[in-house]
């Protein structure tokens, strides 16, 4: 599904047995420089061949090609919004766009509620989350979109985590490791290790009340990650901690990285 170019290197010795002064021998550093300089010159002329393709492909698919396959169709004057546009000319994907905003309704122009949006493009995968931050009822949401360009349509979760080769018990793990992180991370500066432990921790995240199911999956640069919905207040004030990258965690690496 991913593009995945693998370049193959084989290297030889050069030896000369000439005994010729004319002639001067290359050492194996010399050797070696010329290979890696080669070899950097051809990864790029692939690169740039690869993006020009992607960039191609992204145009076609476009509907108005004047503007990004993704952009802010309204902005809030009234409060810190910003609501995407899926830019597509295919009639079924551009029902993303409807639920979008269907989403996003009832929270538009409202000052205590933030939306915001990301998107990434990875080879033929182009996924974009929207993000909802209510200082109302101190949550957070996330509703994520990946769609294959190359075959205009849009994945499942299901279809990521098999392609991914990763379970609800796997990713449930990795958002608690991650989760640690940030435990011991803020220990010290929010609480105290011995007046927050990390099952404490744990609960005041609501950590076993989230169902994976409720995560938004996103492919980023290629590696799967999650935008986990967890609780980030508390009486310690930790909201001002968990800025919007904290909630994105990763998952599994690119394919080609595995």
Avoid at 61 to 89: G, H, M
Avoid at 109 to 128: A, E
Wanted: aromatic share 16%; no cysteine; proline share 2%.
């Amino acid at each position: 599904m991913f593009n995945k170019f693998n370049l193959d290197n084989h290297y030889e010795e050069v030896s000369s047995n000439k005994k010729n002064n004319n002639y001067k021998k290359i050492d194996n550093s010399t050797l070696r420089l010329i290979a890696i300089v080669s070899i950097a010159f051809i990864g790029l002329l692939v690169f740039l061949g690869i993006d020009k393709i992607m960039n191609n492909k992204s145009i076609t698919f476009r509907q108005d090609n004047s503007k990004d396959i993704v952009y802010t169709l309204y902005e809030s004057k009234k409060a810190d919004q910003k609501i995407p546009y899926f830019n597509t000319s295919n009639k079924d994907l551009q029902l993303i766009n409807d639920n979008i905003s269907k989403y996003v309704k009832p929270y538009l122009n409202n000052s205590k509620v933030k939306i915001s949006y990301d998107y990434n493009l990875s080879g033929i995968i182009l996924s974009l989350v929207v993000k909802i931050y209510n200082e109302e009822n101190y949550s957070v949401k996330f509703r994520s979109y990946n769609i294959n360009l190359d075959e205009e349509s849009l994945l499942s979760d299901e279809y990521l985590l098999n392609y991914y080769s990763i379970d609800s018990s796997e990713i449930k793990q990795k958002v608690k490791t991650k989760l640690n992180d940030y435990y011991l991370d803020e220990a010290g500066k929010y609480f105290e290790l011995q007046e927050v432990d990390f099952d404490r921790y744990l609960e005041m995240r609501l950590f076993n009340s989230i169902d994976t199911k409720d995560y938004a999956y996103y492919v980023k640069n290629g590696k799967l990650t999650a935008y986990v919905p967890f609780n980030p207040y508390s009486i310690y004030g930790e909201e001002e901690y968990f800025t919007e990258d904290r909630f994105n965690i990763t998952l599994s690496k690119a394919p080609e990285e595995r």
